[in-house]
Nanobody, 124 residues
Framework: QVQLVESGGGLVQAGGSLRLACAASGRRTTSNYAMGWFRQAAGKEREFVAG???????AYADSVKGRFAISRANAKNTLYLQLNSLPPEYTAVYYC?????????????????WGQGTQVTVSS
């Protein structure tokens, strides 16, 4: 029902910034969905980093609070994640997710739709 495509990843030096984007398409608009960002480092489990409720309220994992900012442009069906002051340990594939609920879950199983991910590599 919903297709998600991430973009904006790449190689950045420690302390640098990136802005990730997630473009959504399908039979419904993202205005009806809670959305979130997850990351998964090599050999690690997928980890919640940020979410935004259907009503627009943001939520962040404690580990990234103050470094990331999530926002959504419903008119463009696009979700954004601003990544600032990146340390090398933030290297991971970052995934966009969506679910047809009001609340943004911090659990991967709480999301129905997923993008393919975009690689973020932070060099020291």
């Amino acid at each position: 029902q919903v297709q998600l495509v991430e973009s904006g990843g790449g190689l950045v030096q420690a302390g640098g910034s990136l802005r990730l984007a997630c473009a959504a398409s399908g039979r419904r608009t993202t205005s009806n969905y809670a959305m979130g960002w997850f990351r998964q480092a090599a050999g690690k489990e997928r980890e919640f980093v940020a979410g935004i409720w259907n009503g627009g309220s943001p939520a962040y994992a404690d580990s990234v609070k103050g470094r990331f900012a999530i926002s959504r442009a419903n008119a463009k069906n696009t979700l954004y994640l601003q990544l600032n002051s990146l340390p090398p340990e933030y290297t991971a594939v970052y995934y966009c997710a969506a679910t047809n609920t009001y609340y943004a879950s911090s659990i991967p199983g709480g999301y129905e739709y997923w993008g393919q991910g975009t690689q973020v590599t932070v060099s020291s």
